[in-house]
């Protein structure tokens, strides 16, 4: 028996409270992360710059001396010199000293860079859902149940992308669909990295009739011939597209017991 509509509303603005506080602590760990990030790459950094300073100090004398570090320190003001800084040996042990201190700097850097070539060349797009809202939500409306199952997507590359398009690209068992496959269900110009994840909306159903219908671009009397027999599971393939980008993933999609809609990810297609 479902409960009155004003109950399952407030049921479901609390799971939704709830997924939006989680959002935003998962977002501040994010942050706080990040700042760690920054503060040890800065570090790292640091010491390659006094590494290589060293290394460039110890190979090139400004005056003549017993030792090129002698010299620049002579050069610094520094007038009282150990004898042991004034041997030519000192010069190979500090130039060793500060290739070890800026080696972790050079290779973080070279790190960072190969990182942004290959996220250029293969740039990362996700598919999320969860079985819990705002990915499946119920919303009562004139005496029925309009329940929705939405996705969403994401680039978590380091790059922005364009010109995005979300299709259905098979439907098993297969119902003949106006336009036929791949079906389009939104478009974008922009998909950007940096930011938060895009809800869309996938296909809905009304607990007043058998069917459900994607949620294509499609207006009319076509829209009434894209209605799917809500009796039938199906399984269906949804691809993003970015530019030269794609991304595949494969649900489950039927309607329970209690006339509500529900999709589930399967995994992702080779």
């Given at each position: 028996?479902?409960?009155?509509?004003?109950?399952?509303?407030?049921r479901?603005?609390?799971?939704?409270?709830n997924?939006?506080?989680?959002?935003?602590?998962d977002?501040?760990?994010?942050?706080?992360?990040?700042?760690?990030?920054?503060?040890?790459?800065?570090?790292?950094?640091?010491?390659?710059?006094?590494?290589?300073?060293?290394?460039?100090?110890?190979?090139?004398?400004?005056?003549?001396?017993?030792?090129?570090?002698?010299?620049?320190?002579?050069?610094?003001?520094?007038?009282?010199?150990?004898?042991?800084?004034?041997?030519?040996?000192?010069?190979?042990?500090?130039?060793?000293?500060?290739?070890l201190i800026?080696?972790?700097?050079?290779?973080?850097?070279?790190?960072?860079?190969?990182?942004?070539?290959?996220?250029?060349?293969?740039?990362q797009?996700?598919?999320?859902h969860?079985?819990?809202?705002?990915?499946?939500?119920?919303?009562?409306t004139?005496?029925?149940?309009?329940?929705?199952?939405?996705?969403?997507?994401?680039?978590?590359?380091?790059?922005?992308?364009?010109?995005?398009?979300?299709?259905?690209?098979?439907?098993?068992?297969?119902?003949?669909?106006?336009?036929?496959?791949?079906?389009?269900?939104?478009?974008?110009?922009?998909?950007?990295?940096?930011?938060?994840?895009?809800?869309?909306?996938?296909?809905?159903?009304?607990?007043?009739?058998?069917?459900?219908?994607?949620?294509?671009?499609?207006?009319?009397?076509?829209?009434?011939?894209?209605?799917?027999?809500?009796?039938?599971?199906?399984?269906i393939?949804?691809?993003?597209?970015?530019?030269?980008?794609?991304?595949?993933?494969?649900?489950?999609?039927?309607?329970?017991?209690?006339?509500?809609?529900?999709?589930?990810?399967?995994?992702?297609?080779?």
């Open positions: 028996m479902r409960p009155p509509p004003k109950e399952q509303n407030t479901y603005d609390k799971q939704i409270n997924h939006i506080n989680k959002h935003k602590l977002q501040e760990l994010s942050r706080m992360k990040n700042s760690e990030n920054l503060i040890l790459k800065l570090a790292s950094y640091t010491f390659s710059i006094i590494g290589t300073y060293l290394m460039l100090a110890v190979s090139v004398s400004p005056h003549d001396a017993a030792s090129n570090l002698a010299a620049w320190l002579h050069a610094l003001g520094i007038t009282r010199i150990p004898a042991s800084l004034q041997h030519f040996s000192i010069d190979t042990w500090t130039f060793w000293f500060g290739a800026a080696t972790p700097g050079l290779l973080s850097l070279f790190s960072l860079i190969i990182k942004k070539y290959s996220s250029s060349k293969n740039s797009l996700c598919i999320f969860e079985p819990k809202p705002p990915y499946e939500t119920i919303e009562p004139k005496g029925h149940i309009r329940s929705t199952v939405n996705i969403g997507i994401k680039n978590t590359s380091i790059n922005n992308l364009s010109n995005w398009s979300l299709y259905v690209d098979e439907v098993t068992p297969y119902q003949p669909l106006i336009g036929g496959l791949p079906l389009l269900i939104k478009e974008g110009h922009s998909l950007r990295y940096d930011e938060p994840e895009t809800i869309i909306n996938l296909a809905e159903y009304w607990d007043h009739i058998d069917k459900y219908r994607f949620s294509a671009p499609i207006s009319g009397f076509a829209e009434t011939l894209n209605y799917m027999d809500a009796s039938t599971p199906r399984t393939v949804i691809r993003l597209k970015a530019g030269h980008h794609e991304k595949r993933s494969t649900y489950k999609i039927w309607v329970d017991n209690t006339k509500t809609l529900h999709l589930k990810y399967l995994g992702d297609p080779q």
